[in-house]
């Protein structure tokens, strides 16, 4: 998380602040799940999700559990707070493929005053499909 003058704490052990315009959230942040399916355009000439739909699919998740807990980037945005992404580790383990529903298991593993480290999974049923770890 990148903070320009506000004072915050985005997800403290015992409670959650937040500047002006942003509501507070409930703490502590827990894993959230979003479900997405594969679509025809995300795929390689192998019929397997391109690499970098990936990264489209874990985004979207991350963007979803921060809603989930009240924190709208547009929200964010304009009490000038900002997820910077400054380091991602992925590791692919199984292909996923057209017409798949895909879950995505979210959750910050680490909170600092002004970054996170979130961990997401990525599963078809009870397969893992991959795994990344972000930064930000």
Not at 4 to 12: H, I, K, Y
Not at 107 to 126: H, I, L, N, P, T
Request: charged share 20%; with cysteine.
């Amino acid at each position: 998380m990148f903070n320009q003058g506000n004072t915050w704490s985005l997800l403290s052990s015992t409670r959650c602040y937040a500047p002006t315009g942003v509501p507070a959230v409930a703490c502590p942040f827990m894993a959230r799940t979003t479900t997405i399916k594969v679509r025809f355009y995300e795929l390689d000439p192998y019929s397997h999700v391109n690499h970098t739909a990936y990264f489209g699919y874990f985004e979207t998740a991350r963007i979803e559990a921060l809603e989930a807990v009240g924190l709208a980037m547009d929200q964010m945005s304009a009490a000038g707070i900002h997820v910077v992404v400054v380091e991602m580790n992925a590791r692919f383990v199984r292909p996923a493929v057209s017409g798949d529903t895909l879950r995505i298991e979210s959750e910050v593993v680490e909170r600092g005053r002004a970054s996170s480290k979130w961990q997401q999974r990525m599963f078809r049923d009870d397969t893992l499909i991959a795994t990344l770890e972000i930064r930000a």
